[in-house]
């Protein structure tokens, strides 16, 4: 398949369309009269979803129970996103996590992470604040991964980079692993499927809802208590 700037355009204005018909997106259309075609604008704002409130929410505190495990999830989740790249509500993914976690006599406790949207920093801020050491990182549009608080941000345990591949047992399972590196247990690694093509299919509107959870972002709140909306 050649491509070319006009594929490019027609890619990203078809993900466009299908993001406004799915309320994710806001744009008015408006046409360049220069060149007679059709373009996409911030309606009336800079930002692509208007600046959420944390005002009254309670930082996260550090954990002491050596069964906790932190779920961090991203400063969109649930908010400005409601479901992945591919279309699983997040409230469903949470719950499966947790599930996961559970089903291995563990306890798992929700923080929103507010100072980052890389999904290796998420996940070892959440290991650092679980009481166990070990946490998990969700960005919005669904990359996950598990991580120890003494290891390198990129030095995770194990990491799930393809979103749009990634069904509601695959969460559970990440649950269910995270409890067992926390218990010192001997761990499998989950198999993932691998599409060489996700990346160029998802590209553009992997882009805009990327985009969407770094406006989020609030520094000065770090990390908040988060039970979800």
């Not at 959420?52 to 400005?80: L, M, N, R, W």
Request: proline content about 4%.
């Amino acid at each position: 398949m050649k491509i070319d700037e006009q594929l490019i355009r027609a890619v990203t204005a078809a993900v466009v369309e299908q993001l406004q018909k799915n309320g994710q997106l806001h744009l008015d259309t408006v046409r360049d009269t220069t060149n007679n075609k059709e373009g996409y604008k911030l309606a009336g704002r800079t930002r692509m979803k208007p600046k959420h409130s944390y005002k009254d929410t309670v930082k996260a505190e550090q954990g002491t129970d050596p069964k906790e495990i932190v779920i961090g999830v991203g400063a969109a989740f649930q908010t400005e996103i409601r479901s992945t790249i591919c279309g699983i509500p997040l409230d469903k993914v949470l719950q499966n996590v947790q599930a996961g976690i559970e089903e291995e006599g563990m306890v798992s406790r929700v923080v929103k992470v507010l100072d980052t949207s890389d999904v290796g920093f998420m996940a070892l801020q959440a290991a650092k604040l679980s009481g166990s050491g070990i946490g998990i990182g969700i960005q919005s549009k669904g990359t996950t991964v598990i991580h120890q608080k003494d290891l390198y941000p990129l030095s995770n345990l194990e990491l799930f980079p393809q979103a749009p591949l990634m069904s509601l047992d695959t969460y559970r399972k990440i649950g269910r692993n995270a409890a067992k590196y926390a218990k010192g247990e001997k761990v499998t690694p989950i198999e993932c499927t691998n599409d060489p093509m996700v990346r160029a299919k998802y590209q553009v509107k992997a882009a805009l809802m990327h985009i969407v959870e770094t406006e989020q972002l609030d520094p000065e709140k770090g990390m908040i208590s988060w039970e979800g909306v």
